[in-house]
């Protein structure tokens, strides 16, 4: 080793591949065609890394979304691969609306009340209150997705069970009284304006 002790271990690894991922990316992109597949002998070359080393950063390329494979390698034949305009964004995941989140919570109990809806699927950026899921139950069950297993009667409300499970995407309550199912592709109109 010269000029001193250099760092070893898992970090220092890391930080050298990073290293080499940034430097494959810049010499790659000054080619005289950057879009042009490159081999993983063309990157070892860039590199002067051994292949294995190229390999490495090949995959982290591909794994941060720089580079996608651009020919599959068959055999004794190596793959090719090509950098992408860079990683590609992230959508920002709006907040649950209450639906979302008491279709999840339906989804999750065995039986619930409205009540006991409301407490499970008030979890999110959206508070849900006991009248909405009184009114989210209402309309599945007038749209045939959920099923009475105890009446309500005095002091009690009534309980339900999920008897159609559609798929992850909750069926919105519309102000028609419609039950759209994204799943299914299905609008079931159940009364007038809410």
Known sequence: ????????????????????????????????????PFSVLDLADLLQAPRARAYDVIRRLVATGRAEVAEAGHGATPGRW?????????RARKPATAAEQMWAAMRAMKSFSPTSLATHADV?????????????????????????VQRADRGHEAVYRLQQRSGLKAPVLRRVQAVIDANTGTTTVVGGAA
């Open 82 to 90: 090509r950098l992408t305009q860079g990683p590609k964004p992230q």
């Open 124 to 148: 999110g950026e959206v508070e849900v209150t006991v009248e909405a899921a009184r009114r989210y139950c209402r309309a599945l069950l007038a749209a045939g997705y959920l099923r009475v």
């Open 1 to 36: 080793m010269t000029g001193g002790a250099t760092p070893h271990g898992p970090k220092a690894h890391a930080d050298a591949l990073l290293a080499e991922v940034e430097a494959a990316c810049a010499r790659l992109a000054t080619r005289e065609d950057p879009a042009k």
